[in-house]
Nanobody
Framework: VQLQASGGGLVQPGDSLRLSCAAS????????MGWLRRGPGKEREFLAA????????TYTNDVKGRFTISRNNAKATVYLEMNSLKPEDTALYYC??????????????????WGQGTQVTVSS
């Protein structure tokens, strides 16, 4: 699976941003998809995951209520809508795909395929 993330940029606190991740290769509907990030000087952090049909979604507490993950299987694309952005959201954002079960989708080590990342900077 090849993953191409886009949509990052420089925004102000309180702004919104929508990230996209286009997939190719393995049939998109076979993959559980996730968004993760690595902030400056921080460990890689799980943000959100969505199962193959979109019926199950999970978020880390830090972004619950602010970020929304969704997918369009016909377009082989997963999205991350980010609202009320904070300076601490500044990070390199990755989309990733995994096989297997959804129950371990919050573990970054379980992802088999990774995109190159898109930078999000939140600053006034």
């Amino acid at each position: 699976v090849q993953l191409q993330a886009s949509g990052g940029g420089l925004v102000q606190p309180g702004d919104s941003l929508r990230l996209s991740c286009a997939a190719s290769g393995r049939p998109f509907g076979h993959n559980i998809m996730g968004w993760l990030r690595r902030g400056p000087g921080k460990e890689r952090e799980f943000l959100a995951a969505i199962d193959r049909t979109g019926g199950r979604i999970t978020y880390t507490n830090d972004v619950k209520g602010r970020f929304t993950i969704s997918r369009n299987n016909a377009k082989a694309t997963v999205y991350l809508e980010m609202n009320s952005l904070k300076p601490e959201d500044t990070a390199l954002y990755y989309c990733a795909a995994k096989t297997g079960f959804f129950d371990d989708a919050s573990r970054s080590s379980e992802y088999n395929y990774w995109g190159q990342g898109t930078q999000v900077t939140v600053s006034s």
